[in-house]
């Protein structure tokens, strides 16, 4: 198997990244969602005050190899607050290639923002998944995660365009 690093994004990853959000926006059947551009994830993420951070697997050549780095999967994280727990890091996307899948690459930038979560002293790290996505929710529980939805019963709502504007009078 080929070496792996997760590392920190830079700038000059966003073409990929949105490549990648593409991508699983594809795998889980809602590409028509996607309307970030790779000019919004440079400014919301490289900015002064980033919106968020991410995380990038790039499979790294074999010695003698002329090929560079290839990015093959990507963690979107961010800082969010629980009033009952303090600070916690929310993972908004993880994805890995389907040709990558199956070799610990997930698992790596799962640990690596946990790493992060603990570094930056927050006492929960939470996540979404999709119903239909069995494969993810048993890697999840494998790595000690606990369902919400099946513990507490916690839905997830979100307010955007037109109900967002009528909800903030304007």
């Given at each position: 198997?080929?070496?792996?690093?997760?590392?920190?994004?830079?700038?000059?990853?966003?073409?990929d990244i949105l490549r990648l959000i593409r991508e699983?926006?594809?795998?889980?059947?809602?590409?028509?969602?996607?309307?970030?551009?790779?000019?919004?994830?440079?400014?919301?993420?490289?900015?002064?005050?980033?919106?968020?951070?991410?995380?990038?697997a790039e499979i790294l050549p074999a010695s003698g190899?002329?090929?560079?780095?290839?990015?093959?999967?990507?963690?979107?994280?961010?800082?969010?607050?629980?009033?009952?727990?303090?600070?916690?890091?929310?993972?908004?996307?993880?994805?890995?290639?389907?040709?990558?899948?199956?070799?610990?690459?997930?698992?790596?930038?799962?640990?690596?923002?946990?790493?992060?979560?603990?570094?930056?002293?927050?006492?929960?790290?939470?996540?979404?998944?999709?119903?239909?996505?069995?494969?993810?929710?048993?890697?999840?529980?494998?790595?000690?995660?606990?369902?919400?939805?099946?513990?507490?019963?916690?839905?997830?709502?979100?307010?955007?365009?037109?109900?967002?504007?009528?909800?903030?009078?304007?």
């Amino acid at each position: 198997m080929a070496s792996v690093r997760i590392r920190e994004a830079k700038e000059g990853d966003c073409g990929d990244i949105l490549r990648l959000i593409r991508e699983l926006a594809e795998f889980e059947n809602l590409s028509d969602q996607v309307k970030i551009s790779e000019e919004a994830l440079r400014a919301d993420g490289f900015g002064e005050n980033p919106f968020y951070h991410c995380l990038v697997a790039e499979i790294l050549p074999a010695s003698g190899e002329l090929l560079g780095p290839c990015v093959v999967g990507y963690g979107i994280y961010y800082f969010i607050y629980s009033t009952w727990k303090g600070r916690t890091i929310y993972l908004e996307d993880i994805y890995v290639m389907p040709e990558y899948r199956g070799q610990g690459i997930g698992s790596k930038i799962i640990k690596k923002v946990a790493e992060v979560a603990l570094d930056k002293g927050c006492s929960q790290f939470r996540l979404a998944v999709l119903d239909w996505n069995q494969r993810a929710m048993d890697l999840y529980k494998a790595l000690g995660a606990r369902d919400l939805t099946e513990a507490e019963g916690w839905h997830f709502f979100c307010f955007e365009g037109e109900a967002m504007r009528k909800l903030a009078g304007k």
